[in-house]
């Protein structure tokens, strides 16, 4: 299973847990929105897209040639589109580190809120 779709059920699991009873845990778990802010930062890059730095997040943005249409995994796709496959390599392999990074967000998410159930 990859790692951000284990981390996303295990924190699920979690969530589901913390809100039994009325939601206690929940109450208690003033920490845990500021860790799940921190899977949104996940996903960027300072160094941003290739040929446009000010872009940093790495998962969806403005297409280079489609003016506002989103796409997904910009860098990787945009590369694909124009033939330049050492550049889709290199993007493939900074995405998979930016979903590795998500993945310790969601889990760090889980374990604040596993710290306020006990």
């Not at 295990?10 to 208690?28: C, E, I």
């Not at 694909?80 to 310790?104: C, F, H, M, R, Y």
């Amino acid at each position: 299973m990859p790692p951000v779709k284990n981390s996303a059920q295990k924190y699920q699991t979690a969530f589901d847990r913390a809100q039994a009873n009325g939601g206690v845990a929940l109450a208690k778990a003033t920490s845990v929105n500021a860790k799940l802010l921190e899977t949104e930062r996940a996903l960027t890059l300072s160094q941003g897209l290739p040929d446009r730095p000010w872009f940093q997040h790495q998962i969806y943005a403005p297409g280079f040639y489609t003016g506002y249409g989103v796409k997904t995994m910009p860098a990787v796709r945009e590369a694909i589109e124009q033939d330049k496959w050492p550049l889709a390599e290199q993007s493939i392999a900074v995405v998979g580190k930016v979903l590795t990074n998500e993945a310790a967000a969601i889990d760090a998410a889980t374990a604040e809120l596993e710290k306020a159930e006990q």
